[in-house]
């Protein structure tokens, strides 16, 4: 690295604090001018913090941040684009209520009063073609699954023309196909001449997209290093302190009655249309199934059809042995059922109260957190520092409002409450989803052991190697039909990925 070389992006000495908490810790960043910076650190070492520093959102403490030599003030969002940064972050910037082409030109001030939408619309729609980012530009947000809604944050940067690229775990919501895609827009990038910074905990894509690597721990740089230089064992070991091991161990199966049975299951989806297409399967105790597919598939809804939170249409649902078709969330809970949710901002956990609250969630109706209709604080509290301790959930108390973790320890807060309720059935929709390779390596650790424990665990996940790692059988989704169910010890890699695209259906019946 030729250092006597003005880099594109330079924050020096970055300073910046929470209520009880130091996230950045006199940090210094440089990225070169058609290069790719990779971002790496646990979960609440303070990578998001930094990179919200630079796209605007927060005001540094301290420090001071240069754009191709110049100091740059960057005060707001909007002066960030100024300067051409542009940032995908972990919590999508997007409007429910509004449809993907007025999200792409929402705040775009170079876009007359009344926007023409023909024109928007063409330029969408071959950019989405260009990078293979499919979505429908006159879907509403709120339509979308958590991955289409990513691809329209990906898009939106595009269309501004962006020339620092700020992408923070943008390939957890895609299948490994779409990360290629992604990895290909990237490299795109890099031939203009623009630069990008990849915040991930996926080694394999640490290796596969970027230049160099820089490591946080606790708000400070621990390392900095080419990409050429290291290892995904080496950067693992920087990042948590610790050799983590990349494969999971687990007994073979023991499997017990049926714990959760679907029959000819069918329902709509949020636009009305049919989403799940005649499910059946049995799931069944001392078991992990996998559901494999690319987002947007019928992923979402089976697990809502199954939790109490999507009526179906048709078919029957059982949950150890009785019938619980189209009955509450409620109800579903109280037969034993845990649910780690795809979204865990808006569904998984409430942001302003707080991690003991969210913790206590599935069990202060009873003793030992309540007392008839009395909750008692000091129990709860003590519940919650023992669920902290055990997850490492990094949080300055247990008093301290969830919205103010990351997001990774927002996970661990709902991976905590979900493993602590379940009682017959665990459904999993990509629990590992942002977590750094350490609580990746704990979450699933703690998903074989409740399978070990007589527990069904349904488990969604767009990681194959992840899915067949953890699985002892895996079904294929692909437009809301079962595409097969396999076992994971004898399955092609490559035949299930031709079924995620909905090719040779016949051959995996």
């Given amino acids: ?103 792409i030109i929402l705040g775009l001030r170079d876009e007359p009063f009344v926007p023409d939408l023909k024109r928007v619309r063409s330029r969408l729609v071959d950019l989405a073609s260009q990078y293979h980012l499919d979505v ?40 490994p196909q779409e990360s290629h895609e ?36 606790k708000g400070k740089v621990v390392d900095e290093t080419s990409t050429a230089e290291t290892t995904p064992k080496e950067l693992a070991r920087m990042m948590v302190g610790r050799e983590v091991l990349f494969q999971i161990e687990k007994k073979p199966m023991a ?12 329902a709509l989806g949020d636009r009305g249309l049919p989403a799940l297409k005649d499910i059946s399967f049995r799931l069944h105790a001392g078991e992990i199934l996998g559901i494999a597919g690319v987002a947007g598939n019928g992923q979402r809804e089976l697990a809502e059809v199954v939790t109490g939170l999507r009526r179906s249409s048709k078919g029957k649902l059982q949950i150890d042995g009785k019938d619980m078709t189209n009955k509450s969330p409620l109800e579903i809970i109280r037969r034993g059922v845990a649910h780690i949710p795809q979204d865990r901002v808006s569904v998984g956990a409430a942001g302003d109260l707080s991690v003991a609250s969210n913790l206590a969630m599935k069990q202060y109706r009873s003793r030992p957190l309540a007392a008839g209709i009395f909750l008692l604080q000091n129990k709860i509290l003590d519940f919650a520092r023992t669920l902290i301790e055990k997850f490492r959930i990094s949080t300055p108390s247990p008093k301290t409002q969830v919205k103010f973790l990351s997001g990774g320890n927002i996970q661990k807060t709902i991976l905590a409450r979900e493993i602590g309720a379940a009682r017959t059935l665990m459904i999993a929709v990509y629990p590992s989803r942002g977590l750094d390779v350490g609580a990746t390596e704990t979450v699933r650790r703690q998903l074989v052991s409740q399978r070990d424990a007589g527990l069904g665990v349904l ?41 995620m695209a909905g090719m040779d259906r016949e051959a995996g019946a």
């Avoid at 796209?55 to 754009?67: A, S, V």
């Avoid at 030599?69 to 100024?82: F, M, N, T």
């Avoid at 501004?160 to 943008?170: G, K, T, V, W, Y």
Wanted: glycine residues 6%; contains cysteine.
């Fill in 1 to 103: 690295m030729n250092d006597t070389v003005v880099p594109k992006v330079e924050m020096r000495n970055i300073s910046k604090s929470f209520p009880g908490v130091v996230a950045n810790d006199c940090v210094d960043l440089k990225l070169r001018k058609g290069d790719v910076l990779a971002l790496l650190g646990e979960n609440g070492a303070g990578k998001s913090t930094l990179m919200n520093v630079l796209c605007g959102l927060y005001r540094p403490d301290r420090g001071e941040i240069y754009i191709d030599g110049k100091y740059a003030e960057i005060h707001s969002p909007r002066d960030a684009q100024k300067y051409g940064i542009g940032m995908v972050h972990q919590n999508f910037k997007l409007v429910d209520s509004m449809n993907v082409l007025e999200n």
């Fill in 255 to 266: 499997p017990g009655k049926v714990a959760l049975e679907l029959s000819h299951i069918e």
């Fill in 459 to 499: 488990f969604f996940s767009e990681d194959l190697d992840e899915l067949l790692q953890i699985s002892d059988r895996v079904a294929v989704l692909f437009e809301g039909k079962m595409m097969g169910v396999f076992d994971t010890n004898t399955v092609n890699i490559d035949h299930i990925g031709m079924l």
């Fill in 182 to 217: 992604l990895n290909r827009v990237v490299h795109v990038m890099k031939q203009e001449g623009k630069s990008a910074i990849f915040i991930t905990h996926k080694m394999e894509e640490v290796m596969e997209f970027s230049d160099h690597v820089m490591v946080l721990r």
């Fill in 136 to 175: 429908d530009p006159s879907a509403s947000i709120w339509q979308l699954s958590v991955g289409e809604q990513q691809r329209v944050e990906i898009l939106k940067l595009l269309y501004r023309n962006a020339e620092i690229l700020i992408l923070d775990e943008p390939t957890a919501v895609l299948t």
